[in-house]
């Protein structure tokens, strides 16, 4: 069972390390013979454990009661005094290589699934144990981001306009999204900053073409405004598509209540024609990266309903540059998924001016005019107001 547990090139050393913590002899190796356990709780180091396993440990395995009684609990193995009787053993108390065979057969119990589940909770624990944001430490964060605006600094030549936006709670957003690593923060702060200024014409004029239907269509029960776009509408080719999506989101941000921070994108694949210009990746990941870091932390979730062949080798040639966390934010819906969720995350209102949109563009009867009358988006005030005046 040790060999099983260990493997059988790392018996010796993981059984002297064992050894010596349980007040075995430190010069030789153990030799299988019952010893007197302390008769407090002993725990196991993280390095021991990671040295016997030949990676980290589970999180329940991190600190293991080796004591008799919490090895008689959680086994089915007979009690110490229960297998006297039928040994020829002087001793009552497990040896050590019981208790890793215990420990094993503990491990054992538990599925491949369960452990790997375990795994990635572990590893999120300990990022959160690791860079735990508390008041002191978001504030060191902020000094050491903002401090970056100074003169001689490596944001200091920016103007004045891109240096505005470098404000205490953007840098708290983004130690939020690096869960308070300050570098990465750093390096996302200063990506912003400089896209802010490349983009400061559609940004101060809020003009752009129209490239298709892309509007903030309401609101989601937590208030999160709601982004509907359908490519049956798409009138533009992408790369010319971007200083609307841009507008578009400041517009999401201003009708924000207080307390609300992201937003919720619908992308209706429904239609969708593609052109070769359109196969160009380089929009799609300007997108990503501005909502990298000038738009961190103000996704919720994007809903993609219906994904054509040709639009999943965009995909694959995109989804790699997309990071994890994001990832985790994307949802492939079908229409009628697409529909129940919407059901179930917006009221009657909002969710059914959504489904109208949708059955529209579905609608072959009507065309893009008859369709563009009826777009209408939700201002900063909340009241509905056409898209296009």
Request: net charge positive; with cysteine.
């Amino acid at each position: 069972p040790i060999d099983r547990f260990v493997g059988a090139q790392r018996q010796k050393s993981a059984m002297a390390l064992l050894s010596t913590i349980a007040g075995g002899c430190a010069r030789a190796p153990c030799d299988g013979r019952r010893r007197t356990a302390s008769p407090s709780p002993l725990s196991l180091p993280q390095e021991v454990l990671r040295h016997a396993s030949g990676r980290a440990a589970p999180r329940e395995l991190e600190k293991v009661d080796l004591s008799d009684e919490s090895l008689n609990e959680s086994s089915n193995l007979p009690s110490p005094s229960a297998a006297s009787s039928r040994s020829t053993s002087t001793s009552s108390t497990p040896s050590t290589s019981s208790r890793v065979v215990l420990l094993a057969r503990r491990s054992k119990k538990n599925s491949a699934a369960e452990l790997d589940d375990q795994r990635k909770e572990t590893s999120r624990t300990s990022i959160r144990v690791t860079r735990i944001l508390t008041d002191p430490g978001i504030s060191a964060g902020v000094r050491q981001m903002m401090a970056l605006l100074e003169p001689g600094q490596p944001l200091g030549h920016l103007s004045d306009f891109a240096k505005e936006y470098g404000t205490e709670a953007f840098c708290k957003r983004l130690l939020r999204k690096h869960d308070g690593n300050v570098k990465k923060a750093s390096e996302k702060f200063k990506q912003a900053l400089a896209w802010r200024q490349a983009h400061k014409e559609v940004l101060t004029s809020r003009s752009f073409a129209l490239g298709g239907e892309k509007h903030v269509i309401g609101s989601d029960l937590q208030r999160r405004p709601v982004i509907y776009m359908c490519m049956k509408n798409q009138i533009l080719p992408g790369a010319q598509c971007s200083d609307q999506k841009v507008v578009t989101m400041l517009q999401a941000i201003e009708s924000m209540p207080e307390g609300v921070e992201k937003t919720v994108h619908i992308w209706d694949l429904h239609g969708q024609e593609f052109r070769l210009n359109d196969l160009n990746p380089a929009p799609l990941v300007g997108m990503i990266q501005s909502q990298d870091c000038y738009f961190a932390e103000r996704l919720h979730e994007t809903i993609i309903i219906g994904m054509p062949r040709v639009a999943t080798a965009l995909k694959d040639v995109v989804w790699p540059l997309v990071p994890e966390k994001t990832k985790a934010k994307v949802r492939f819906l079908s229409e009628e998924e697409a529909q129940e969720h919407i059901k179930t995350t917006c009221d009657e209102e909002v969710a059914g001016r959504i489904l109208a949109a949708m059955q529209q563009n579905r609608d072959n009867r009507l065309s893009l005019e008859q369709r563009k009358q009826s777009w209408m988006r939700v201002n900063e005030s909340g009241q509905l107001v056409p898209l296009v005046a």
